[in-house]
């Protein structure tokens, strides 16, 4: 078969086919080339995330500054983030819409950490109307940390002209509008010290549209990009900027939209608790700007890295459709 194969190379335009398989050669090789070097990076900036951080502990108030902030802070990954930053000795500004809760968890990490707490009660989703109060809270803090964190997912899965208006502008108030202007309003303090880090919540969501929960996911791809710029403009600043990108972890917003199927062997697998996430998705600050938080979703955003946009698009809209259509028929 190769004496062939070298026969018509040789016999039918001979030269140009010969070209052919240079190219076709040249080609494999830069591909082989560029997947093995996509994996051994990908290797490297998993050791540098989430193994590096186990022996290169960091002192966030020495790093940052002596007080954080975060938002959305009445629960989940906002609420573990408040109680991993008061272990660490930081002083504590939580931002949430129900003041009886937000209390109760002020007074909880003020005695059992004795650090200072403060509550502003803030309703993002109410708009600009909101942040004056805010801006009047921090006056005169020396605050080194950020966590956006406050944010609003899809009830379920459902078709994007299904959402009432209201619904629509909730979620842009609260993913996107949120985020960006704690950020426009901190920056400036953080420059002025010369220090401090940001923490941007995201979602692996943001990684590819996701039918039947477009918008959030679009959100959460602003979320990722903003984060993307400012880490360019204020590393030189002495600032950190990071994205989290977590996958699916146990909280209430991941139960409304999975719908019961979190409990699955699968899910069990790669959803963590909640605490857990937070611990490790903490000690990666200073160690990646980018990052889902978790080595197991990390290791599932490195496959996904095999495999084009459209694939993933596709396999998205398949897993949502089947699940719609579940939902229609048992309706």
Same mark, same amino acid.
């Given at each position: 078969?190769?004496?062939? @194969?070298?026969? *018509?190379?040789?016999?039918?335009?001979?030269?140009?086919?010969?070209?052919?398989?240079?190219?076709? %050669? %040249?080609?494999?090789?830069?591909?082989?080339?560029?997947?093995?070097?996509?994996?051994? =990076?990908?290797?490297?900036? =998993?050791?540098?995330?989430?193994?590096?951080? *186990?022996? %290169?502990?960091? &002192?966030?108030?020495?790093?940052?500054?002596?007080?954080?902030?975060?938002?959305?802070?009445?629960?989940?990954?906002?609420?573990?983030?408040?109680?991993?930053?008061?272990?660490?000795?930081?002083? %504590?500004?939580?931002?949430?819409?129900?003041?009886?809760?937000?209390?109760?968890?002020? &007074?909880?990490?003020?005695?059992?950490?004795?650090?200072?707490?403060?509550?502003?009660?803030?309703?993002?989703?109410?708009?600009?109307?909101?942040?004056?109060?805010?801006?009047?809270?921090?006056?005169?803090?020396? @605050?080194?940390?950020?966590?956006?964190?406050?944010?609003?997912?899809?009830?379920?899965?459902?078709?994007?002209?299904?959402?009432?208006?209201?619904?629509?502008?909730?979620?842009?108030?609260?993913?996107?509008?949120?985020?960006?202007?704690?950020?426009?309003?901190?920056?400036?303090?953080?420059?002025? !010290?010369?220090?401090?880090?940001?923490?941007? @919540?995201?979602?692996?969501?943001?990684?590819?549209? !996701?039918?039947?929960?477009? !918008?959030?996911?679009?959100?959460?791809?602003? $979320? /990722?990009?903003? /984060?993307?710029?400012? &880490?360019?403009?204020?590393?030189?600043?002495?600032?950190?900027?990071?994205?989290?990108?977590? =996958?699916? $972890?146990?909280? &209430?917003?991941?139960?409304?939209?999975?719908?019961?199927?979190?409990?699955?062997?699968? /899910?069990?697998? *790669?959803?963590?608790?909640?605490?857990?996430?937070?611990?490790?998705?903490?000690?990666?600050?200073?160690?990646? /700007?980018?990052?889902?938080?978790?080595?197991?979703?990390?290791?599932?955003?490195?496959?996904?890295?095999?495999?084009?946009?459209?694939?993933?698009?596709?396999?998205?809209?398949?897993?949502?459709?089947?699940?719609?259509?579940?939902?229609?028929?048992?309706?």
């Amino acid at each position: 078969m190769v004496f062939i @194969i070298n026969d *018509l190379l040789y016999c039918v335009n001979f030269g140009s086919l010969r070209n052919w398989r240079n190219v076709i %050669l %040249l080609a494999g090789i830069y591909y082989s080339t560029k997947l093995t070097l996509k994996t051994v =990076g990908g290797l490297y900036s =998993g050791f540098k995330t989430f193994c590096l951080p *186990l022996v %290169l502990a960091r &002192d966030y108030k020495t790093d940052y500054g002596p007080w954080a902030v975060v938002t959305g802070c009445s629960k989940g990954i906002g609420l573990c983030y408040a109680q991993e930053l008061a272990k660490r000795g930081m002083n %504590l500004v939580l931002i949430a819409r129900k003041a009886e809760l937000l209390n109760k968890i002020a &007074d909880e990490l003020r005695s059992k950490h004795s650090v200072q707490v403060e509550v502003i009660i803030a309703d993002f989703g109410k708009g600009p109307s909101v942040y004056k109060s805010i801006e009047e809270g921090l006056a005169c803090k020396n @605050i080194g940390i950020l966590v956006n964190n406050v944010g609003v997912a899809n009830d379920g899965l459902r078709y994007f002209h299904d959402a009432s208006e209201e619904t629509l502008w909730n979620m842009i108030n609260v993913n996107i509008a949120a985020m960006t202007i704690m950020c426009k309003m901190i920056l400036p303090r953080m420059e002025a !010290q010369k220090k401090g880090a940001i923490i941007n @919540i995201a979602s692996a969501a943001s990684f590819a549209p !996701q039918p039947f929960m477009t !918008q959030y996911a679009a959100t959460k791809a602003y $979320v /990722s990009f903003f /984060s993307i710029g400012l &880490d360019y403009e204020y590393s030189g600043k002495g600032i950190t900027v990071q994205c989290l990108c977590p =996958g699916p $972890v146990a909280t &209430d917003m991941i139960s409304g939209i999975l719908k019961g199927e979190e409990k699955s062997p699968v /899910s069990q697998f *790669l959803i963590p608790n909640v605490n857990l996430y937070t611990t490790t998705a903490m000690r990666t600050l200073g160690f990646s /700007s980018h990052t889902t938080g978790y080595w197991k979703h990390a290791m599932c955003y490195l496959m996904g890295q095999y495999t084009s946009p459209g694939v993933t698009f596709m396999a998205n809209k398949w897993v949502h459709g089947k699940q719609k259509l579940e939902k229609e028929k048992n309706a």
